[in-house]
């Protein structure tokens, strides 16, 4: 038991020890400053003001704002607009075309919308991004299952 309790108290070496992050001089860009806020809204499921609040943003950043753009394309989609979702997918990946979540997610309103084959060429661009996602790699499956392409 003194061993158990002496081994509990032993201190870590100087190396491992962890330094508290200096936030202070981190800028952080105002268009951007409420994405945190959209993101909790988001994931309560509080949409109906999540999407005031994305409104307010995307109106002070005439249209912008990357993180308001994507959550109310996903917001319109779970709530079956899936056309505007897709236009604002479309939106996200013009102002950051390196950012393969945004294809992803294009790519997977195409597939809800049934239109498998442009699905697979989003899929196959998302693939020369990074060609170990499993997201694509498994959507670019569904997508040859409802065309009946096997091979």
């Known amino acids: 038991m003194e061993q158990a309790e ?7 070496p100087s190396s491992l020890a962890m330094k508290k992050p200096n936030f ?5 860009n105002k268009s951007e400053r409420f ?3 959209i ?8 949409y109906d003001e999540c999407l005031k609040l994305i409104e307010d943003q995307l109106e002070k950043t005439q249209g912008k704002s990357e993180y308001a753009l994507y959550a109310k394309a996903l917001i319109l989609r779970i709530k079956g607009n899936i056309h505007e979702s897709l236009e604002l997918f479309k939106k996200c990946h013009l102002l950051n075309p390196t950012n393969i979540d945004y294809l992803k997610q294009f790519g997977r309103s195409l597939y809800l919308l049934g239109r498998h084959k442009a699905a697979i060429e989003v899929f196959d661009e998302c693939l020369n991004l ?4 499993w997201e694509v790699h498994f959507f670019k499956g569904l997508s040859y299952k409802y065309l009946r392409i096997y091979d």
């Open 6 to 12: 002496s081994s509990l108290s032993m201190k870590m």
């Open 24 to 28: 202070s001089n981190i800028t952080i």
């Open 35 to 37: 994405n945190w806020y």
């Open 39 to 46: 993101h909790i809204l988001f994931i309560r499921q509080d």
């Open 130 to 133: 990074d060609k170990n996602d």
